[in-house]
């Protein structure tokens, strides 16, 4: 069994037995390949100087294929979080962050950045 895989990697498995009577090895290799987008963030001022956001509730991360239309997203409850790395399959995608208040409401949220995953 195989833990859960968070880097490129390659493996083999190896078979062994016999068929009929005749000995006989199966192998296998298998290459994964993980496509990633790496997000980090911090909070502006109205002149440009990065500032600590009101994010006592964490953050909210959504992305997706369209840029006006976001569709998946995931919940950072930890405020203190910066950044955060997703693992996605091929395509461009477009990504926007949002500080949360306590009560878990977006009280800011940044542009929308694009990546395109290989």
């Not at 840029?67 to 405020?79: G, H, Q, T, W």
Request: charged share 20%; with cysteine.
């Amino acid at each position: 069994m195989v833990g859960p895989v968070y880097d490129d990697t390659a493996f083999a498995l190896n078979c062994s037995g016999s068929l009929n009577g005749v000995p006989h090895t199966d192998f296998m290799m298998t290459a994964i390949t993980m496509r990633r987008a790496r997000l980090s963030w911090h909070g502006l001022d109205g002149e440009g100087v990065p500032v600590a956001p009101d994010s006592s509730g964490g953050f909210l991360v959504r992305y997706g294929v369209q840029p006006v239309e976001l569709k998946a997203s995931i919940r950072l409850p930890d405020a203190a979080l910066r950044e955060w790395t997703l693992i996605l399959e091929p395509g461009t995608y477009y990504f926007r962050v949002a500080s949360l208040d306590a009560m878990g409401n977006e009280t800011g949220y940044s542009n929308v950045a694009a990546k395109q995953i290989e």
